[in-house]
């Protein structure tokens, strides 16, 4: 979040504070046309948060909810009286990334790996499981676990993959 446009500040002379303004106070703010942002929110400067280092808080504070993303004001109701401002969320847009040609080779490439291995370690633990001889062996319980927690491995990367 940051600062979409000027900082106002509005106080009384000797009050502390003034707070439950009715009807709210009315303030309209012309939107920073050099800051890409989008979602304001209406925030006052709040000293007591941060241990008292003072942060930015909406809490008193509402948007006019006729305000959409194209209009170049926005105007916020605050029932108290301090420093006000807009945030925007300058964060940038998440765009899909596209399905290159070297992409879908991979994934291809990625999963034959995976289904041949995959079948590899069923046959290495039938193998194994199948002859008491092999199987009682410490070598043969020792490959037995490490072809189940292999096979583990595989599966859960390809669940992750696509969830």
């Known amino acids: 979040m940051e600062v979409g446009g000027i900082i106002i500040s509005a106080s009384v ?3 502390n504070s003034v707070e439950a303004i009715e009807p709210p106070l ?6 920073n046309p050099s800051i890409n942002g989008s979602d304001p929110q209406c925030s006052f400067w709040n000293p007591r948060l941060d ?13 006019d909810e006729s305000y959409n993303d194209s209009q170049d004001v926005v105007t916020c109701f605050c029932n108290h009286l301090t420093s006000f401002s807009i945030l925007l ?10 399905e290159t040609p070297l992409a879908l080779v991979l994934e291809a490439v990625t999963y034959t790996g995976l289904i041949i291995s995959i079948f590899c370690l069923i046959i290495t633990i039938i193998s ?3 002859s008491k001889k092999l199987r ?14 292999l096979m583990g491995l595989y ?9």
């Not at 009315?26 to 939107?31: A, E, S, V």
């Not at 969320?89 to 596209?98: F, M, N």
Request: net charge negative; with cysteine.
């Open 155 to 163: 599966i859960t990367f390809i669940v992750a993959v696509h969830s």
């Open 89 to 98: 969320d300058v964060s940038p847009e998440i765009e899909p990334t596209e």
């Open 26 to 31: 009315n303030i309209t703010f012309l939107k």
């Open 13 to 15: 002379v000797g009050s």
């Open 51 to 63: 241990n008292r280092y003072g942060d930015w808080s909406s809490e008193g504070c509402e948007i």
């Open 128 to 130: 194994y499981l199948s």
């Open 136 to 149: 009682t062996l410490e070598h043969g319980q020792l490959l037995i676990n490490l072809c189940f927690a």
